[in-house]
Each structure stands twice: as C-alpha cells, then as structure tokens.
C-alpha cells in the first residue's frame, strides 16, 4: 500500500517533467504579411525552412521541437504590440523573432522590455532599433541603414562625381539614409557637394515632376533610396527622360530580388546597389541552402528567404549554446555569439546587439530581359559600424547593462 | 523657363489619370450619394486585368493591337464588377441611412485587396512599354515621354465625351435629373434602378480605363487602391461632387499643383493636395462648380434620425453590462484583459463619432485627428516634459477638443461629404506632420508610453479605462438628451425651422465638433498608454475608417451602437486575423454580410426585430 502510494506521488511528479522534456520551445513570430507579401512571404518560407531542418534533426535542448506561432500584423505597430502581447501571455511564447517594418519592430523591441522578453528583429531597418531606442531584450539581423549607407558611401567616394542630388522617401527610412549617406561621403570627400533633394511622399511618387527636377539641377550622380511601387515608376520615367544617361547612381536596396525582379528590361545598367546575387554565390553553404529551398518552394530564394531562415538558425544556436530558453541566459550567449550563416560567419556584438550580417554590393546589368548584379562583392557588415564610441553614445545605457 | 513648361506637361499628364478615375467618382456619387470607397478597388482592377489581358493579347494579335484592345477589354471587365456590384450588393441597401453604403463599399475594397493578392500573386508586375509610345520626344531641349503626350490629350477627349453623354442623350439628361434631386426625378417615373445600375457601370468603367492606362507608367501592386481613392475623393471634393467640368479642373489643379510642388516645397508634397482641399473648400464651401443638392426630405430607418430614449429594460441592460465588465478580470486571462480594454478604449473613439454623426448629423472622415492628437499629446508630454500620466489624460481631451474647435470653425460652415473631406483633410494634414517630421518621432513614433506605477498592471489599467470611458460615454449620452442635444437634432432635422426658433445651429455644430473631439482625444490617450507607443497610424485614414466601420456597423439609432459595433468589429478582426491569411478576405465578407442582414446597423436592426424599445428620445 505505502509503495502503491508512493510509486504513485513519484508518477505525479515524473508527470510534469516528463511533459516539460517534450514541451516544444515557443517561438512567437510577426511580420507583415499581408501588407508587404513581396518580402514577408519568402522571408516566412525561409523561416519555416529553418524550422523544419531544426525538428528534422531531432528539435533542441534534448529533443525539444521548435513550434513557431506566427502572426500577421497587418502593417500597424499597434496590431503587432497586441499579438506580442498575446504571444507572450496566453501562448507563453519563450521569445519574440521577426518583424518587416521598422516601427513595428520598435514596437515590439518596446514590448519586449516591458515584459523581459527576448526579441530577435528579423528585416527592420531603422538604426533606431539598436541604436537610440535600443534596449538589452532585442537583437538585429539584418544590416542596419546605417550599414548599408556605408557600404555605399564607400563605393561612392571611389567615384570622380562632386556635385550629388538625392531622392528618398519622406519618413524616416529615407531621412536617415540620406542624412547617414551625406555624413559618411562628405568625411570621405570633403569635396562633394549636395546640390538637390527630392522627398516624394512614400508610394506616392510624383515620377515626371520629380524626374525632372532632379535633372533641373544637373547632378554629376544620384543617391536613390526610394523602393517597391515608387522605385519602378523612377526608373521606367528616368529612362525614358535620359536622367540616368551619363551619371552615376548609387541605390539603396536595389539589387535585392525583391526590388530588382520587377525592373525587368528596364533595369538601369550600372547603377550601384546593394542586394543579393542568389545566382552567383558560389559559397558551399549558400549553395546548399540554394538547392534546398528551390527544392522545397520550387522558386528562387529572395533575401528575405536568407534573413528568415538565417535568424530562425542564429536562435537555434542561441537556445543549443545557452542550454535553455532562459531570457537572461540567451541574451548573455547572443551577446557576441558566433554564428555560420549561408553568407559565412556572422557576430552578433555585445556592444549594441545588431548583427554583422553583411550585404553584397555590386552594379547593375541587364541580361536576357532581367537584372543581375555584376561586379559585386560581400560586405562584411563588421567593417562597416561607426566607432564604439559613437555607438555607445547613441545607445541607452540601461541598454548596454 | 524650359523646366517649368515641362514640368506643366508633367503636371497635365498626372492630371488626366486623376480626372479618369474622379470623373467616375463623381458620377456615381452625384446620382446615387453612394461614397464609393471601392472606387480606388475598381482602378486597381483595371490595372491587374489590363496587364495580364494585354500580356495575352499581344501574344495572340502582336504587339500595338493586342495591347489596345487588352487596355479596352479591361476598362469593360471592371464595368462589369461594377455592374455585379451595384446589382447584388448596392441595390440591396439604398434604403438604409446614406452613409451606411460606405460601410458595403468598404467590405468590397477588403475583398478585393485580397482577391488580387490570390490572382495575381505578391510581386510587383511592370508591363512594357505602350506599343506605339515607347519613346520620347523631344521638347523644348527636354526629353518627354510620348505616352504622358497621350494622356494629356485624352484628358479633353473623355471630358468632351462625357459632357455629350450629359448633355445629347435622353439618357444624360435623366442623370442630370437625379443628379440634381432625385426624388423629383423619381417621382416623375424614371426608372432609377435602371439608372443607377448604368450609372456605376459607367463610373466603374472610367475608373477601369484609368488603372489600366496607367500600366505603362508603373508597376501594378497592391497598394494602388489605396493610393489613388483619397486623391480621387479630393480631386471631386475640389471640383464639386457631380460636376464633371468641376472634376477636371480640380484634376488640373491637382495635378499641376503636385508638379510645382515638387520644385518649391519637395517636403511637403503629400500635404500639398490637402491644403488646396482646405482652402478651396474654406473660401467655396461647394467646391469649384458644385451646388448644392436637395437633401432627402425623408430620412431612412438607421440614420440615427430615430434615437431612442431609456427605458428602464435598457437601464437594466446598462448596468448589467458594466457589472459584467467590471467581473471581467476575475475569469479572463491576461491578453482576454488586454483585448478588452482596447475594446473599451476604441468604443469611446466610436462613441464620439457615433455622437456627432448621429446627434450632429456631421459626416467625419477624420476622426482619428483627434484621437491621434490625444494619443500624440500624452505621449509627447510624458516623454518629453516627464509629466506623469494622470497629466496627459486630462490635456489630450483638452488639446484635442481645442483642436476640434479651431478646425470645426471651418468645418461646421459646410454638410454632408463636403464636410466629412474637409476633416479627412485636416486628418491627412496631421499625419504627414507625425509621419515626416522628426520632433514627432515620424514613423518610427514615440515609444515608452507605460501608464504610472498605481495602474501599472492589466487589471488596474483595465478598470481605469472601465471608469473613464463609462463615465465619458453616460455624459456624451446626458449631452444627447439634454437641450444642448435637441438642438443638435433639430438642427440637422431641420435647419431652418431651427433657426427660425432661435437656436444658432452653427454654434451648436461646432460645440457638438469640439466635445466629440475632446471625448476622442481622451480615447486616444487611453490607447497610447495601453498600448506603450504611439506611432502616426493613430492619425491614419484607416483609422478613422475603422471608426466609421465601427459606428455603421452597430448602427446609428441607438446610444449602444458604438459599443456593439466596436465589439462585433475589433474581435472579428483579431481573431479572424490570428487565424487566417486571408483576413481581410474574410473580414469583408463578414461586414458585406452584416451590412445585408441588418441594413440598420447590428443595434439598430436588433432593435426592430425584437419591435420593444420603441420609445421614441
């Protein structure tokens, strides 16, 4: 009898942890998906793609699977900060992964202090985000504006133009591209000189007008960041307006499937841009990932299928190295954790938590009716941080504790 | 002087599209009253078909022919939609209150957007360039592109054409007829239904033409809807509603305006439209060539003209709901907590809007002005100056309704759309401030906006917002019932008569503007604090849709409408969101459907079902 009962108590006690062995690991994932399709679905397939080589090679943490719940955030930060919030307390995510825009994902990393919650940002831009709203919860991917505007700003020095005009978005993307770009070209060649600006309103661009008054003011060379709709209509309208004829034109993003793809035979040859040569990479790793997501979702990958697919593979490293899903334990292994990634290795710096995931940059050309990126090399993102100092400037010191 | 005659080509070329697409808007607007949400669906359809019709074309017939011929086909597809819509949806609600086929056009634009999103797949599609103006010209030392050549020709060419449809058909005459008052024109036995059907056939077809003639220009995608309806709606607010000369001049303006701009003020180019919008309106409250038209003499069931007054079994229902409200906490999680209190806090925005649609009779299309401004105030007071929160809860009702004030000196001096395009006006104005200026946030927003410590939690930040909005909702029902309330309703029942006894109506309007500004405002700071961040979607156009939705949806006639609505509305779409891709899909189909079974609003139509509680206010 007393054995029964004991064996008994013992049952209830194994019960729980028995379960707590097998308990997948939560991740709560959420981008825009209805909003921005173009990038968030292949991005998602990246993800899932991760995921599923994750539990098919038998889950983490001694057999543990990795369960995602994914959520559509419709484009406002409001409806994300709802479902982080519901992630985090009904379905008692273990973290936060994901986010497109940049102020979802600030609204998120906001969440994510406020409830001590780790928040590993997938695709947003905004220097922001680790920079001066930056808290110890969230970690970045991918390659922050910032970084971008440096790599082009590198290649952009190398060029004989001295007089420049800019086009951008008028938030605040297109701000701090274009205010990072003029800093970083001006240190390089105190000789160049700004001398026009167009701020279309975002997916509103004025084509014609704007074409025309940039090329009113007879720049040597062009720094584009507009994207998706406005970018198309700019090149389409500045071909046929022979704006491009003659001058140089760096551009932010350009050379990412996602926005390269559609230019089809209008792409600009020789613009200078950053992005992602799918087809060219000949890297063992890239080609492995290559193969298997052609395989898997019979198209090519965009870089949001990379950025998917390698920030759902940083956490797992993450969640294997710290042992647990812990939130402290995993900011302090991410938190200078080296990882392989398809575009080589990656850290994630201690300092201020972004990634050094890099980009490649290259020129455009137009081969059988399509963009390619020719020219190009890998930037490594390392190279291309402001001093430790500026940063630990700009980032709250609550955040660096 | 070369670059200003070019950028007038470009100006003019910008403006034929914008007259395309707001000629047929205003035609469907000036026969039926129906606001068309759906227009900007319509042209983003005809941009979808003419691409993938004239990619089959070309195939088939070569190059110039098939191109054409897709462009037309495309035009004539989209008036069959429209045909399709007008017959199985529109015709079904034209008796219920006018605005309530907004809410019907606004489950169509949801539809669409995903329809779209399954036909023709996520990416952005560029289609050659147009067969025949592949090139340009040069003028003036400047090259010009030959397809903009051609779009400012057809500019005239459609507007002659209208103006002999109007003016040399019998047909033409009849919907001048109803243009100008359609109940005489009814009554004098024209066949209105016939009428109307061919009415948004010819508006949808318009609007077709204009999305697929745009192909060449840009890439189709997906937010091609959304960005061509606001500037649709202003270009014929700025004309006039109905008038077609109207509509092209106001495109001419428009259209030019946007081109200067770009040389003088490249910041402000996404206000610049709406401070045209502002001072036209302001110095002509009719728009260009507008009249204005015969109002309904007999208003519908559901356009809050039949308010009803407490009973005591409605007394009863009050009061349990709050009981039942307030017990909330002691079975609902966390996020049901959450969930609810943004419920709470949204039913408040409705509320207001509810008060002076209903009450007032004043049409809002930017009603997010003021809840944006309460959110924006508190938000900035507590990140900038450190004022704690209780502070910012008593200055956003303050700001926002003195806000409301000063924008509602203008806004009550028009009716009807004129005034709810000049609150979206307003509305717009303040979005692009929050979104392109630095001291704002811009898009990445204000963020750290947790309420004090003494309601730091859910459950205490939840019976906050309990107590507040209860309270807020009994004294915006006192104002409805009290004399201020009255005169209110007899003011929009009957402006003259109302005069005539001696009350100022205008003053009373803009009274009625403010509070319902102020109650927004109040709602705003709620939500910035619940939320933790504010970012200018608060200020957004959606967001002021999202009101409207919430208040057609629980219906006009009754004080618990809003709050119904709010309910119906924010969990169908969180949930529908949590578990579907295609939500919006399915949100649409759901509000079509509601809109059909209860053409009186949810409350509204219960009401009357259940033939008790009517007691007439």
Redesign the interface.
Known sequence: MRMRSWAFVVGLLALPLAAADNKPIVIGEISS??TV??FT?PYRNGWQMAVEEINAAGGLLGGRKLEVIS??D?G????A???A??LI??QRADLLAGTFL??VG??V???AL?NKVLFVAAEPL?D?LVWD?GNRYTFRLRPSTYMQAAMLAEEAAKLPAKTWATVAP????G?SAVANFKELLKARRPDVEFVA?????L??L?????I??L??AKPEAIFNVTF??DL??FV??GN???LFEGRAVVSMLTGEP?YL??????TPRGWIVTGYPWDQIKGASHQRFLQAYEKRYGETPRLGSVVGYTTFMAIADAIRKAGSTDTEKLIGTLRGLKVETVFGPVTFRALDQQSTLGAFVGRLDLKDGRGVMVEWRYADGKDYMPPDAVVRKRRPPEAMR | MTLLLIQALSGLSHAATLFLVASGLSIIFGVTRIVNFAHGSLYMLGAYLAYSLSQFLMAKLGAPLGFWTGIALAAATVGLIGAAMELLLLRRIYQAAELFQLLATFGVVLVVQDAVLAIWGREDLLSPRAPGFKGAVEIVGQRFPQYHLLLIALGPVVLAALWWLFHRTRWGTLVRAATEDREMTGALGVNQRWLFTSVVVLGSVLAGLGGALQIPNEAVNLQMDVSIVVEAFAVVVIGGMGSILGAFLAALLVGEISAFGVLLFPKLTLVLTFLVMAVVLVIRPYGLLGRPFATSTAPARGSGMHLHGTTPRLRLAGVALLAALALLPAFAGEYAQLLVTEIVILALFAASLHFILSIGGLVSFGHAAWFGAGAYTSALLATRLGVPMAGGLLAAPLAAGALALLVGWFCTRLTGVYLAMLTLAFAQILWSVAFQSSWTGGDNGILGVWPSVWVGSAVRYYYLTLLLCAASALVLRRAAFAPFGYALRAARDSPLRAEATGIDTRRRQWLGFGLAGAFAGLAGALYAFHKGSVFPNVLSIPQSIDGLVMVLLGGLDAMSGPLAGTAVYHLLQTEIMRSTQYWRAVLGGVILLLVLVFPQGIVGSLQRMLGGEEVKG
């Not at chain 1, 008028?170 to 993307?173: I, L």
């Not at chain 1, 004025?206 to 704007?210: E, N």
């Open positions: 998906y209805s399709p173009a679905v959520r559509d419709g406002k930060p409001d409806d900060t709802r479902h919030q519901e307390s009904s940049s102020n600030l609204a990393s906001d969440i406020r905004t922001a709203k008028n938030y605040e993307y701000q600006e167009q701020w279309p309103a997916g509103k004025d084509a014609g007008a704007t025309q008054a090329a009113a998706g709709a198309t209509k389409r309208e046929l307006r022979g996602e793809d559609p230019l089809k035979d209008e």
